[in-house]
């Protein structure tokens, strides 16, 4: 029996081929396929992070945060729902994705070990790492008074949420779960 394609998902062009309202982007045309792991030409990690960094703002909703704007209401975001797998990707790894271990992968869709790697935008950075919190002020000041973000990351209460967030200055969103701990 023949395979059966599935017709592809039209989201929408948005606002394309303009910005969007809050600035986003048009997405590329072939962003689907970048981002499908099983497109064995087109798909890899490094091709669909490169498409998708410009809409990182769009799956959040930071709020009063110099660092990480969210955009999320922005009418371009939805073109860029297949980036849904390098956003769970970074996020499923620890602290400010960093690394991907794709021979842990086994695939050629993993083409990088690191994030930086391939992109090297530091207002990218700053959103991955700031975008998990409202406030972002005491996180700044506990950053500097570490001496620094390598050595905020070297603190072991860092890594301990339920010490870590149980600091009033170093809670995020109140519907965030680790708040209630």
Known sequence: MPAVLLPVYDYG?????????????????????????????????SRC??????????????????????CNTDENCRQY???????????????????????????????????????TDEEFFAQLLFHHFDDV?????TIREAGGIDAFFAMPEVWNATSFLSQPNNRTKKSHPATRL
């Not at 709020?63 to 969210?70: D, G, K, L, R, T």
């Not at 849904?84 to 021979?103: C, E, M, N, R």
């Open 13 to 45: 062009r948005g606002n394309c081929p303009s910005p969007g309202s809050l600035g986003v982007p048009c997405a590329p045309s072939n962003l689907s396929s970048l981002c499908n792991k099983f497109d064995r030409v087109n798909g890899r990690i």
């Open 81 to 119: 729902a297949p980036c849904y797998i390098v956003w769970w990707k970074l996020h499923d790894l620890v602290g400010p994705a960093s690394g991907f271990t794709p021979q842990q992968q086994g695939d050629d869709f993993f083409d990088i070990d690191m994030v930086q790697d391939v992109l």
């Open 49 to 70: 992070l490169l498409a998708c960094a410009p809409s990182f703002c769009c799956i959040h909703d930071a709020s009063q945060n110099e660092f990480a704007p969210s």
């Open 137 to 141: 002020g005491p996180l700044i000041e």
